[in-house]
C-alpha cells in the first residue's frame, strides 16, 4: 500500500511529516522534523511528535493544526520517513543492478 507522505507546518510552529488522510484531513503517525546544524552542512532528525515522552510513531494531528501545507516533499525526506517509522531500510540502488553470467563481464558482483 502506497501512502501519501506529506509535510505539514502546525500554528505550534513545529514542521512535521506523516501519512495523509484525506477522509478525515489528518497526519497520522506524525513525526517532527528537526534540523541540527553540523561541520558538514545541516542534519535532519525526524522524532516522534512528542517525543520523548511518545517514542513511537502513533499520533495524529487533525487538520484544523495546520498553518501551511508543503506542496511538495523531497525523496530523501521521504525515504528517511519510511526508515523510521518501519524501522526498515528503503533500498535505492536495485534498478542498477545488471544480471547477466556469475563473475563474468557485465554481472551483478553479488554472487561469485
Do not use: W
Not at 513525526?31 to 511518545?54: C, R, S
Not at 525523496?75 to 556469475?102: H, I, R
Request: net charge negative; proline share 5%; hydrophobic share 35%.
Amino acid at each position: 500500500m502506497a501512502y501519501d507522505i506529506r509535510i505539514m507546518k502546525l500554528v505550534s510552529g513545529d514542521i512535521v511529516i506523516g501519512k495523509y488522510d484525506t477522509e478525515k484531513d489528518s497526519l497520522n503517525d506524525v513525526a517532527v522534523i528537526q534540523t541540527m546544524p553540523t561541520q558538514q552542512g545541516v542534519q535532519m532528525l525526524i522524532l516522534p511528535y512528542g517525543y520523548p515522552f511518545e517514542p513511537q510513531f502513533c499520533g495524529s494531528i487533525e487538520g484544523k493544526h495546520f498553518m501551511y501545507r508543503y506542496a511538495e516533499i523531497p525523496d530523501d525526506l521521504e525515504k528517511k520517513y519510511l526508515e523510521a517509522v518501519t524501522q526498515l531500510t528503503v533500498s535505492g540502488g536495485m534498478g542498477k543492478l545488471q544480471f547477466g553470467p556469475m563473475g563474468g563481464a557485465g554481472g551483478s558482483g553479488l554472487i561469485k
